[in-house]
């Protein structure tokens, strides 16, 4: 055999094996697609919904992320701010008591429920995945915490306003504090649930609040943000009553 038919008798032969080698490994990614983690199909969804946006947050300074998750922690350490208060009653219902105490420039509402445990959500079984079904256009999910019955979700838009949706279990000496100053408040009832509302009077600079209770759940909810109350109310009005 000359040389010249030699190689290429030998360059066919691994190319035979090449293919069948890349067919294997073709057929291999079929048995195996769509196989993702949870984790790797978020970053998906987040990057084909808003590829800009996504590639502007993944590009933000380290120190700006670790400041956003510092501001988040201190959001969350004020929710859970806890102690006896002197308070004033605000509402009684059929097993949550909910009293309130007004300062200067907070107002601290304080929760009880002494059936803690027998109905409802306790802190190792309330679900973390409970979502507002309404969110103002151009807002998205940015960050999540979730610790000892307590879920603090943020929402961002590309102009970085916020908007926070919170929920806990309630239970003895479980309090939460808002800021009441420049701000008027009233409380009421909305869908069947005691409601309290903050509204800023200045809204350009200051969060407006709603605080209502779901009793048969035993969980208490906070919208906030930097946007009209019919907003807050929208927000509210889309969780879900059961879950």
Known sequence: MMEQEFDRFLCGLLLDTAAEDGQAALEACARTAGQYSARYLNWEQKLLADPFGFARREKRPRWKKRLRTVLIAAVVAALLLGGALAATSVFQGKAVRWKKQEETTHTTHRFENPNYGEVGYTHETLPDDVRPGFIPEGYEQAEC????????????????????FDYQTIHEGMSLSVNSEYHKSWTTVHNGMATYVTQSMQPQEH??????????????????????LDTLFAIMDSVPAEF
């Open 145 to 164: 915490f979730s610790a000892m019955g307590h879920v603090s979700i943020l929402y961002e838009n590309t102009s970085d306003d916020r908007l926070f």
């Open 207 to 228: 969060f407006s609040y709603i605080i209502w209770t779901n009793e048969p759940m035993n969980v208490v909810f906070m919208v906030s943000g930097k946007v009209d």
